[in-house]
């Protein structure tokens, strides 16, 4: 009965492309071959983040990656969600195979979460606990609203505007552990940084990043 469920919802409601959206063939998965192919795949980890031991991402943020993550953070396609989990778990595995203790991720505001329904990165947290068979855990609460990190340029505003913004929880939980940070996006690392230095003042011993798209920035035609 299941199998004939599943044959129909599949029919009416056909599984798309992440990045690209064109419909998926019965041995795709998440991405067609085009775009696991040829995608914005992130390759080079040499940029710092400040009080962030690590980082890996999957994509950099441009092109259909940009696209997607726009969809599932404002437009209400919280059904990406499973699909970024498992691409994210395969990074974190290949960063991390020795594993980590704690998983955690950046929390949006009440206010934010209320108006737009969910908490992009908590979702994309779920799922990616899912694969990994780790049950993420709240270890910071946003404690007050400030702006999105998107309308404002310059790094040390950006590093301004989530100073303090943030606190640590369960501090029990952390305390000498290697932690690894769930984001969605990372453009100067300001609010992943932040969050890495509020668990290291409270006892983290390691924070690590892991995000499913990061801006890339170019100088002299390189990426740095």
């Not at 041995?27 to 690590?54: A, H, V």
Request: net charge positive; aromatic share 10%.
């Amino acid at each position: 009965m299941m199998g004939i469920l599943d044959w129909i919802l599949r029919l009416l409601f056909p599984p798309k492309c992440l990045l690209c959206r064109k419909v998926l063939r019965d041995e795709e998965l998440d991405l067609c071959k085009m775009c696991r192919t040829d995608g914005p795949e992130c390759t080079n980890y040499r940029k710092k983040l400040p009080f962030i031991d690590s980082w890996t991402a999957v994509w950099y943020y441009e092109d259909n990656a940009r696209h997607s993550l726009l969809r599932y953070k404002f437009r209400g396609a919280r059904s990406y969600a499973p699909g970024y989990g498992r691409l994210l778990a395969m990074k974190l595995q290949e960063a991390h195979p020795d594993g980590f203790d704690l998983l955690t991720w950046v929390p949006i505001s009440p206010l934010r979460k209320f108006f737009r329904g969910y908490d992009q990165v908590e979702l994309l947290a779920y799922w990616v606990g899912q694969e990994l068979e780790i049950k993420p855990v709240a270890l910071l609460t946003k404690i007050r609203h400030n702006r999105p990190q998107s309308r404002i340029v310059g790094d040390a505003q950006r590093r301004a505007n989530v100073l303090g913004a943030y606190r640590a929880e369960n501090r029990e939980l952390f305390i000498g552990k290697r932690v690894v940070l769930l984001d969605d996006i990372i453009t100067t690392g300001a609010t992943a940084g932040e969050c890495a230095r509020v668990l290291l003042t409270a006892g983290a011993k390691e924070v690590h990043c892991g995000a499913m798209a990061v801006a890339r920035h170019r100088a002299n035609n390189k990426v740095r």
